[in-house]
Structures are given as structure tokens and as C-alpha cells.
């Protein structure tokens, strides 16, 4: 991983924040200032719906209420149009995935308290090799309008039928030699 001077060469928290909130929203951030995430709450509808689609199908995980740094840097990158690895983003995805341990539900010891990892491609490939699928868990509906106007919309802006704020800004080249976190895909 390169020092957070290069991270912070590729990624400006300002502008991250000015594309990814709603006017007037921020990070959320730690007792000592530091940026950490952005809550659902003041996210644009763009951001929402790349979260949801992010935090369904490539980071399984049952909290979807925010967007830590790392991953509002790779919606940073989609939106602004950098290159992503996304090949490398969905096998590093699942290897950190399958090295988790499992974790019990505190109120059902027999019931895992983790996300069901991938379970479109779990069920797709089943379905693609002629095994019977039935699963225990719904799968998420695709994320159409509907999915984005009940879902997705800040709950300030309901009424508002767009939001400029919501246009992507003109493609931007990646640093070629930066290589982080999330900057490892770029």
C-alpha cells in the first residue's frame, strides 16, 4: 500500500465529498476529525444507488446505512470515470470474504450473524449447472427506477424530481503510479 501522502494525491476528500453528499453534508468523522464515512442520510441519490448496488453484488453486507472512506473512494472513482479493475476488485471481494470467520447471532447461537456472501452468483451458477435452487434468503430486486425512487432518493429531496448535484463530472485519468486501498484498481 503506498503512504497516505500518495492516497491523498489520488483522492481529495473534498472533492469526494462535494460529489457524494447532498449540499451541505459530509463525512462522518472521528473524535479527532478524521473522515471515516459517509451516512445514507447524506448521500445523493447517484451515490445511494452505486452504494446499494456496491454493498449487494460485489462487498456483501447486511449494513447498507453508510459508505466507509474506502469504498466512497471507488464510487469517487466509477462517478468520475477513472479505470477500475473491476475483476480485481470482486476475486480480492471474495478472498476477503470466504477468510472471514463466521460469527453467531447473539440472541440464536444456531443462526450465523454474518452477510450471505454473493448469493446472485451462488444462485446463478447453481441454476447454470441444473441444480434446484430454493433459497433461504430473498435476493435483492434489481435496482430499477422504482428501487431507486423508494430506496435511494435523500430523504430531504423526496420532492425534487432531479438533482444536479447528481451529474457525474467529465472523465478523469487515474494516476498512473498509485496503488492503494481502493487505489489498487484504478
Not at 23 to 37: K, M, P, S, W
Not at 106 to 113: A, V, W
Amino acid at each position: 500500500m503506498p503512504p497516505p501522502s500518495l492516497i491523498a494525491t489520488i483522492f481529495d476528500e473534498e472533492a469526494i465529498a462535494q460529489l457524494l453528499c447532498t449540499l451541505g453534508q459530509d463525512f462522518a468523522r472521528t473524535a479527532t476529525g478524521r473522515r471515516v464515512q459517509i451516512m445514507r442520510t447524506s448521500m445523493t441519490t447517484l451515490t445511494q444507488t452505486w452504494m446499494t448496488l456496491l454493498l449487494s453484488n460485489v462487498f456483501p453486507s447486511d449494513h447498507n446505512s453508510n459508505l466507509p472512506l474506502p469504498k466512497c473512494q471507488l464510487v469517487y472513482a466509477i462517478l468520475t470515470r477513472m479505470s477500475v479493475h473491476v475483476a480485481q476488485v470482486i476475486a480480492d471481494a471474495i478472498y476477503l470474504f470466504a477468510g472471514m470467520p463466521a460469527t453467531r447471532h447473539p440472541l440464536d447461537p444456531d443462526k450465523s450473524n454474518r452477510a450471505l456472501g454473493f448469493p446472485a452468483l451462488i444462485t446463478g451458477l447453481f441454476q447454470s449447472f441444473g441444480i434446484p435452487v430454493t433459497p433461504s434468503k430473498v435476493i435483492r430486486p434489481p435496482i430499477t427506477r422504482a428501487f431507486i425512487e423508494k430506496y435511494c432518493t435523500p430523504r430531504q429531496a423526496q420532492d425534487d424530481a432531479h438533482q444536479a448535484a447528481d451529474a457525474p463530472p467529465p472523465p478523469r485519468q487515474a494516476d498512473p503510479a498509485g496503488s492503494l486501498g481502493m487505489e489498487r484498481y484504478l
